[in-house]
């Protein structure tokens, strides 16, 4: 389904003339579909409002698909999805969560497009005209970062908008169970989930620290702070939007924000990463068998939060680190192998599999996609396809095909007796 609509969205954008090379019709049309802020088209400002719109909505669908990738496909598979981390986390999703996907399927839904009135409806009263604010909005609540801007929201200059951005940015990468509670109950119970308090930490921290790195030159202003913050919110949530050049700053900053690229933001959020709930996991798993090291006869359960994570849990969120940074690695050999600098190939691929979009060398914010060749869009494009599907459908395809091809294959004698017996 996801590769149907990326062919009709490429379809879309060679009709419309917004490009003109096929490949980067599908680059672009992957791109939105799976939420990465990545473009190889510029002079958006010279583009029709149709395509503009158009490249909004990708993101838009994209991402409440997401959602439903999370509900529906992943429990499927033995994979988790919402039901497995909010019962791990203790997060209460029985607000949103019910017996039917179909149910579960339209209060999202329903979220979504409440959500994303709210974020449009701030960034007029913030100032940006009707139809930027409607693109904006649609791209925010997505965590996708296509702007109608080449600049991205550098170009307003304006802090209102940035502000609204940063607030609407960070709740877009919350747990949508949490955000469902928040608005039902109206009640701060939210604040007690381990994944949401991690969450905030990791901003707050990180902004703290970018802040402090970018000031040391010209001093630390409500600017600088402004962008540190945005910057970090940016990254954390995987939505892509800039109003700086990160990759400019010093280099403890630089690498923080790739560090964030690969953490990404909360589960069941439109946004991708490896995502807080899983890091939360894996650091309890860690120190469990650090203790075990020292005591071998003690017994130690993984906390997340108040809640006891079990076994089968760990196992599967460990596994999915090992295929997560076997795929960032693959990529990044796989980029590099097509003529891209090492910097551009590593932050490439961690970024493109988190589904953010900007990276640094020649994918710096404000580059997209520009700057590299065909070879390493085509494989980003793969990437971006197996973060936004959290790799475990894209790997099940691929093995199911695998054996399906393996059946077709003629079997020699010795071959057909060992498998009659």
Same mark, same amino acid.
């Given at each position: ?6 062919? !009709? ?23 939105? &579909? ?44 033995g994979a988790g999805g =919402? ?11 029985? *607000? ?18 409440? &959500?994303? /009135? ?17 693109? +904006?909005?649609? #791209? ?5 970062? &296509?702007?109608? *801007? ?19 940015? =960070?709740?877009?990468?919350?747990? !949508? ?61 995987? #939505?892509?939007? #800039? ?30 990463? &490896? ?14 068998? =650090?203790?075990?090291?020292? +005591? ?36 990044? /050999? ?9 910097? #551009? ?19 710096a914010p404000g580059l ?14 793969? !990437?971006m396809l197996a973060g ?7 790997? !099940? ?25």
């Open positions: 389904a996801w590769l149907t609509a990326s062919a !009709v969205g490429a379809v879309a954008f060679l009709a419309a003339g917004a490009v003109d090379r096929p490949d980067d019709a599908l680059f672009e049309a992957v791109a939105g &579909f799976t939420t990465t802020a990545l473009t190889t088209i510029t002079g958006l400002e010279d583009l029709p409002a149709g395509v503009l719109l158009w490249r909004a909505l990708t993101q838009w669908l994209g991402g409440l698909a997401a959602i439903a990738v999370i509900v529906a496909v992943l429990p499927s598979i =919402l039901q497995t981390a909010e019962s791990a986390e203790g997060s209460g999703s029985s *607000h949103l969560l019910g017996p039917r996907v179909i149910g579960v399927l339209r209060r999202i839904a329903a979220l979504y497009v409440a &959500f994303t /009135v709210v974020v449009v409806v701030a960034y007029r009263l913030a100032g940006m005209g009707p139809f930027d604010a409607v693109v +904006h909005g649609l #791209t925010t609540v997505s965590t996708g970062g &296509f702007s109608t *801007h080449d600049e991205s929201l550098a170009h307003f200059g304006s802090a209102a908008v940035e502000w609204v951005a940063l607030v609407a940015m =960070l709740v877009a990468g919350a747990n !949508v169970a949490l955000v469902w509670r928040a608005v039902r109950r109206r009640s701060l119970w939210v604040l007690r989930s381990a994944e949401l308090g991690a969450y905030l930490a990791i901003a707050a921290g990180a902004w703290l620290a970018v802040a402090l790195w970018t000031g040391q030159d010209g001093g630390v202003t409500h600017e600088s702070v402004r962008h540190a913050g945005f910057s970090v919110v940016s990254v954390l949530s995987t #939505t892509g939007y #800039t109003v700086a050049d990160w990759a400019a700053w010093a280099v403890p900053a630089q690498l923080l924000l790739v560090l964030l690229l690969g953490v990404g933001a909360m589960a069941g959020s439109t946004g991708g990463g &490896f995502t807080v709930l899983r890091l939360l996991a894996l650091v309890g798993y860690i120190r469990r068998e =650090l203790v075990r090291q020292l +005591h071998p006869s003690s017994v130690r359960v993984v906390r997340i939060g108040r809640a006891v994570a079990d076994d089968a849990q760990l196992d599967r969120m460990v596994g999915y680190q090992v295929l997560y940074l076997v795929v960032v690695a693959l990529a990044a /050999v796989v980029v590099a192998a097509t003529g891209e600098d090492l910097v #551009t190939a590593a932050s490439a691929a961690i970024s493109g599999l988190a589904t953010a979009g900007p990276g640094l060398g020649d994918v997209g996609a520009t700057g590299i060749g065909p070879g390493a869009r085509g494989v980003l494009m793969v !990437v936004r599907l959290e790799i475990y459908p894209l790997v !099940v395809t691929v093995a199911a095909a695998t054996g399906m091809a393996r059946r077709r294959v003629p079997l020699g004698p010795r071959a057909r007796l060992a498998r009659r017996r």
